[in-house]
């Protein structure tokens, strides 16, 4: 369940006012979403428009905004751009916070009623994103890939620094978390062990980048009733190879791996590096154990009901749809790179040899 910001309303129709001569008859809160620095919104102006806003408190990435904007313009019109301000700005401020407004559209997202048309018109939107040149001057401020895993260490040492040194006397949600760490603590550090020999692979390797949206999947896929796709969320979006968008569209399946799901169908032809993929899939798990374990453990403004949904999903990430894409792609991986295999279920690491190969569990 998510809360809703702690942002007076006041305030933001007076800031939707000022800064968008947008005069709203209704703001209706939508729980969505796992940002806890952020909150959606249904708007309804005195004239009837619908539309859709954001609000992100912290410090705002604005490459998420300047660079989806630079692709609506390119003619990419599946992607989904905040809307400019008087001054012709693409975010507001409102004090502390960050407002966005972009069109409201009506559609489904998540992984439920995602058809292979969906899936094969996604792959052709993406094409065309990765296929656009970038402008001249670059974008300010957007972040490059780095194949840097060293933070994701140190974070996993500062939640069981934690564990280890917290009272008995936790509440309920950090008890669960404890236990799941407990039971799955081995595989944790294999994930790492595995994700730091990819990242030094990967840092001695020269790739092109790409603009990568870097969240795809079926909750950033909003699809209409006339079953158009738009592509929505940016604020992971990066310069990166291509297989960064490639951890959640499915395996290929022909034997030259240049085609095979659905969503590769629509995309065309491509040589996918399955070192990128294990990598970015391997992180994944860890990015989501870490934004996880932290609001349960760091998080004082949390209700006990969204710490204990955090905890579930901590699990979850261990046990779930996520774990075992990881695990699938570690398997096709080139044999002379020789990578931890990852038990489930608190196991810890198991090798599997294949000329020296390890490969992990199906």
Not at 72 to 88: M, S, W, Y
Not at 167 to 187: F, V
Request: glycine residues 8%.
């Amino acid at each position: 369940m998510r809360e809703e910001p702690r942002i007076p309303r006041e305030q933001l129709r007076a800031c939707l006012q000022e800064q968008y001569g947008l005069v709203p008859a209704t703001i209706d809160f939508h729980p969505i979403g796992r940002d806890m620095n952020a909150g959606v919104y249904r708007v309804v102006s005195e004239k009837g428009a619908p539309y859709l806003l954001k609000v992100k408190s912290g410090e705002f990435y604005t490459a998420s905004s300047i660079v989806p904007r630079y692709l609506f313009d390119q003619g990419i019109e599946p992607v989904v751009a905040a809307l400019r301000t008087r001054t012709k700005g693409l975010w507001a401020r409102a004090g502390e916070w960050t407002v966005l407004v972009y069109p409201y559209l009506e559609g489904n997202t998540g992984w439920t009623a995602m058809s292979e048309d969906h899936w094969k018109t996604t792959g052709a939107i993406f094409r065309r994103i990765h296929e656009v040149a970038l402008p001249p001057a670059g974008f300010d401020g957007v972040r490059r890939e780095t194949f840097d895993a060293s933070g994701y260490t140190r974070s996993i040492e500062s939640v069981e620094t934690y564990l280890a040194t917290s009272g008995d006397g936790a509440r309920k949600p950090e008890q669960a978390l404890r236990g799941a760490w407990a039971k799955h603590r081995a595989t944790i550090y294999a994930l790492l062990t595995s994700l730091g020999k990819l990242a030094g692979v990967l840092q001695s390797q020269t790739r092109p980048h790409v603009i990568s949206h870097a969240d795809l999947h079926p909750g950033n896929l909003l699809r209409d009733r006339a079953g158009q796709v738009f592509v929505v969320d940016w604020d992971d979006v990066m310069l990166a190879p291509r297989e960064r968008d490639f951890i959640f569209v499915g395996e290929p399946t022909h034997a030259s791996n240049r085609y095979g799901s659905t969503f590769f169908q629509g995309y065309g032809e491509t040589q996918i590096d399955w070192t990128l993929v294990t990598y970015y899939r391997y992180e994944r798990v860890i990015q989501d154990l870490i934004e996880d374990a932290g609001q349960v453990i760091f998080r004082d403004d949390l209700s006990e009901e969204a710490k204990a949904e955090a905890a579930r999903q901590f699990r979850a990430s261990l046990e779930g749809r996520n774990f075992d894409a990881a695990q699938a792609a570690a398997a096709r991986i080139p044999e002379d790179l020789t990578v931890q295999g990852v038990a489930r279920g608190g196991d810890g690491p198991m090798a599997r040899s294949r000329q020296g190969r390890t490969s992990p569990r199906r």
